[in-house]
């Protein structure tokens, strides 16, 4: 990637680094980005909810 593709990333853009791993762009900070990796959810066993959102109907 460029500078210049750099510069032109906005939310919802996902990239992958070079070591493979994939991330989904959430901010714009304009010469950087803030991204997120995602992962499946699934197995509720699994898994343990930190904090509900505010609009969620688990809150």
Do not use: C, F
């Amino acid at each position: 990637m460029t500078d210049e593709q750099l510069r032109r990333l906005g939310p919802g853009d996902v990239v992958q680094h070079a070591n493979g791993d994939g991330y989904v762009i959430i901010l714009d900070r304009g010469a950087t980005k803030v991204a997120v990796r995602t992962v499946e959810v699934s197995n509720p066993a699994e898994w343990t909810l930190i904090r509900p959102a505010p609009s969620s109907p688990t809150a």
